[in-house]
Nanobody, 126 residues
Framework: QVHLAESGGGSAQIGGSLTLSCAIS????????MGWFRQIPGKGRLGVAT??????????DSAKGRFTISRHNPGAPGDTMSLWMNSLKPEDTGLYYC?????????????????WGQGIQVTVSS
């Protein structure tokens, strides 16, 4: 069974930075795509960025140029994904979920992610 352990997040000022991390365990992580999604009230969860087991990344337009996603020890014990969030804006505020799915090589199929963490809050304010 897939287990996703999230950490990081919190509060930052406009223009500041935050980091989100997520460790995957319980399955062969070498097959799993991972990503971060943000809960949009009334609209479900929208993809922010995803990363393949081999480091290939995809970003939402809102994240391009500001956020960087990476994967550490992919396919090995301690497989962890991180999202560096820079130049934060108030609209980045929300509940962020770590997600995983056995989708490789189609990690950009964001509607098909089916394993979720518990969510972690990000708040950006002046």
């Amino acid at each position: 069974q897939v287990h996703l352990a999230e950490s990081g997040g919190g509060s930052a000022q406009i223009g500041g930075s935050l980091t989100l991390s997520c460790a995957i365990s319980g399955v062969d992580p070498g097959r799993y795509c991972m990503g971060w999604f943000r809960q949009i009230p009334g609209k479900g969860r929208l993809g922010v960025a995803t990363v393949s087991p081999f480091g290939g990344a995809d970003y939402a337009d809102s994240a391009k140029g500001r956020f960087t996603i990476s994967r550490h020890n992919p396919g090995a014990p301690g497989d962890t994904m991180s999202l560096w969030m820079n130049s934060l804006k108030p609209e980045d505020t929300g509940l962020y979920y770590c997600a995983a799915a056995d989708l490789y090589p189609d990690c950009e199929q964001w509607d098909d992610y089916n394993y979720w963490g518990q969510g972690i809050q990000v708040t950006v304010s002046s």
